[in-house]
């Protein structure tokens, strides 16, 4: 009997977490554009370094 509620109560515990995980807010959104825009002037500047390596060779 103990076990069932303690797997009752873990399941609903789980299920409030992964409902508030699901939820994204603008701020969220927004940082990971800027996340994304970060990686990809980063591989420009990587791309461009090697360019420049390349050149000087």
């Not at 409902?19 to 825009?37: I, L, R």
């Amino acid at each position: 009997m103990k076990a069932k509620i303690i797997t009752i109560a873990l399941l609903l515990t789980g299920s409030v977490f992964l409902n508030g995980c699901e939820q994204e807010g603008p701020a969220e959104s927004a940082g990971e554009k800027v996340d994304e825009t970060m990686e990809e002037a980063g591989e420009k500047m990587e791309e461009a370094g090697e360019r420049a390596q390349e050149a000087t060779e």
